[in-house]
């Protein structure tokens, strides 16, 4: 494709991302809420106190006599310029988000039930952090690719990614997983060798200084992510020649140094030390002891938790996501094969977060539709799919199949809600199970733009898998016209 063509489907094919992530309104669930909070704490007091609100939610932190969300702030600052234009229209209309919360002493917001307003700025803040950043993993996970291989294979490896797994369900809601995922492939689009126009191949200091910002901000958007950020940027500067390694410290260093001051102003001004988090301070009796152990509720990783990540039916993302199991193979020998550091890099962001999380106290996430915390990695995993060999001749067949499963699954989560009980087979017990009875978007705030509009249960399904499926074939086509108008000036 010449590069107009190429400029042309980027933008066709983040219109299409966002028309599907745009689709889906979320819950107002504990984690989503405690993002938002803070995001209105920010536009509507200046302040990064939750005090208003601490009552919609079980994921805060007590501090000194006040209410804190104990969640990483980047998504939710993120979620300030959109939230901030939503307020501007609710006080022109003279309406304030406001919520019922139902729960005990012991438990609170056992059940969150917000007003329109409430529900309207919990959108807008998740579509245009969560929902931009799935966008961005589907854009450069295809540039990643697209210096490998043909456009085509790209696409498709990319597409994979975003739809194919739980990146599309957590891209539909206020979590910080999907930001985190944007941020630390960012990262290593920016150090990708493939990329570079220098002559010795090293990024440019700009370009070093964005991934050290990535990276920062990766680990702000969900500090679990501290751990594989780290791991890459040091990869990186070992396998530089020794003289290399001080400058491009340097600009590492000074890209992550700004995210790197305010996230640690934020943790000292509100739980005393920019190395404190809000998990310190849970007020939950079960997350205060598990968090109180180890570090951050963190141990060796078992044989449950490696298992129950990886195939249980109960979190399996291999069960949930089959394609990515293909992916991982492919991916893997690519990255041996032809020493790919940024596949290499990629792949250990899942293996050190499948290592953490199989030593967390719950390494099932809670109520969760998949392995939540493994999402900054799945598209590493996904890209295996471009690299896929096309003989024998079944083998295509065999992986659309697999890609047309997870494509269906992913897709029914996001439907039904990614607030899944913690036992029992997500799929048949939770995803399927509500959508043959039409409990979609049942969870209190939940909806989409079908329901919006008067369709009934199932019936909100038919619109936005029309706009996949002909958005897909387009696309596809696209690439087609791309290809053949190249061939035809050569």
């Known amino acids: 494709?010449?590069?107009?063509?190429?400029?042309?489907?980027?933008?066709?094919?983040?219109?299409?991302?966002?028309?599907?992530?745009?689709?889906?309104?979320?819950?107002?669930?504990?984690?989503?809420?405690?993002?938002?909070?803070?995001?209105?704490?920010?536009?509507e007091h200046g302040s990064i106190r939750v005090d208003p609100y601490a009552s919609s939610t079980g994921d805060r932190a007590f501090v000194n006599g006040h209410w804190y969300s104990d969640k990483a702030p980047v998504a939710s600052v993120l979620a300030v310029p959109a939230y901030a234009v939503a307020r501007i229209g609710h006080l022109i209309r003279g309406v304030e988000p406001g919520f019922e919360a139902y729960g005990t002493e012991r438990i609170p917001a056992i059940r969150v039930i917000p007003n329109k307003a409430f529900q309207q700025g919990l959108y807008v803040s998740s579509l245009f952090?969560?929902?931009?950043?799935?966008?961005?993993?589907?854009?450069?996970?295809?540039?990643?690719?697209?210096?490998?291989?043909?456009?085509?294979?790209?696409f498709l490896g990319s597409a994979a990614a975003v739809l194919g797994t739980i990146i599309l369900p957590y891209g539909a809601s206020f979590y910080g997983h999907v930001p985190a995922a944007a941020f630390m492939l960012g990262a290593i689009v920016a150090?990708?060798?493939?990329?570079?126009?220098?002559?010795?191949?090293?990024?440019?200091?700009?370009?070093?200084?964005?991934?050290?910002?990535?990276?920062a901000l990766a680990a702000g958007s969900e500090y679990l992510v501290f751990a594989p950020a780290s791991v890459v940027g040091i990869w990186y500067l070992l396998k530089l020649e020794p003289r290399r390694r001080l400058p491009v410290l340097w600009n590492l260093g000074l890209g992550a140094a700004i995210p790197a001051l305010?996230?640690?102003?934020?943790?000292?001004?509100?739980?005393?030390?920019?190395?404190?988090?809000?998990?310190?301070?849970?007020?939950?009796?079960?997350?205060?002891?598990?968090?109180?152990?180890?570090?951050?509720?963190?141990?060796?990783?078992?044989?449950?938790?490696?298992?129950?990540?990886?195939?249980?039916?109960?979190?399996?993302?291999?069960?949930?996501?089959?394609l990515l199991l293909a992916g991982l193979l492919f991916a893997v020998r690519r990255a041996v094969t032809r020493r790919d550091w940024a596949l290499g890099a990629g792949l250990s962001v899942t293996l050190v977060l499948l290592f953490l999380n199989a030593g967390y106290y719950m390494w099932w996430g809670g109520a969760a539709a998949g392995p939540r915390h493994l999402i900054p990695g799945l598209a590493f995993l996904a890209a295996g799919i471009a690299f896929v060999r096309t003989r024998p001749p079944w083998v295509p067949y065999v992986l659309g199949a697999l890609a047309c499963i997870s494509v269906v699954n992913a897709l029914g989560i996001t439907f039904v809600g990614v607030e899944a009980p913690e036992r029992g087979?997500?799929?048949?017990?939770?995803?399927?199970?509500?959508?043959?009875?039409?409990?979609?978007?049942?969870?209190?705030?939940?909806?989409?733009?079908?329901?919006?509009?008067?369709?009934?249960?199932?019936g909100s399904v038919l619109p936005v898998v029309a706009w996949t499926g002909f958005g897909f074939l387009y696309l596809m086509r696209l690439i087609h016209r791309g290809s053949a108008r190249k061939r035809l000036v050569a």
Not at 143 to 153: G, Y
Not at 284 to 299: C, D, K, T
Not at 427 to 452: C, E, H, K, Q, T
């Open 129 to 154: 952090t969560s929902g931009i950043a799935g966008i961005a993993v589907g854009l450069l996970l295809f540039e990643l690719l697209r210096r490998r291989v043909a456009t085509r294979r790209a």
């Open 191 to 215: 150090l990708d060798e493939r990329g570079q126009r220098l002559p010795d191949g090293l990024p440019s200091p700009a370009r070093l200084r964005i991934a050290g910002a990535c990276l």
């Open 1 to 43: 494709m010449k590069r107009a063509d190429v400029r042309a489907f980027r933008l066709t094919y983040a219109a299409w991302l966002f028309g599907i992530f745009a689709y889906f309104i979320p819950a107002a669930t504990w984690n989503p809420v405690s993002h938002f909070n803070l995001t209105r704490a920010i536009v």
């Open 425 to 458: 087979d997500v799929l048949r017990d939770f995803v399927w199970g509500r959508m043959r009875i039409g409990r979609i978007a049942a969870m209190p705030g939940a909806s989409n733009l079908g329901l919006r509009m008067g369709l009934p249960p199932v």
């Open 262 to 322: 305010a996230l640690g102003s934020y943790h000292a001004a509100a739980f005393g030390a920019p190395w404190r988090t809000g998990y310190s301070f849970e007020t939950q009796p079960e997350f205060a002891v598990g968090h109180s152990v180890g570090l951050m509720g963190i141990h060796l990783p078992t044989l449950d938790g490696l298992f129950g990540l990886t195939f249980s039916v109960r979190r399996g993302l291999f069960y949930v996501s089959p």
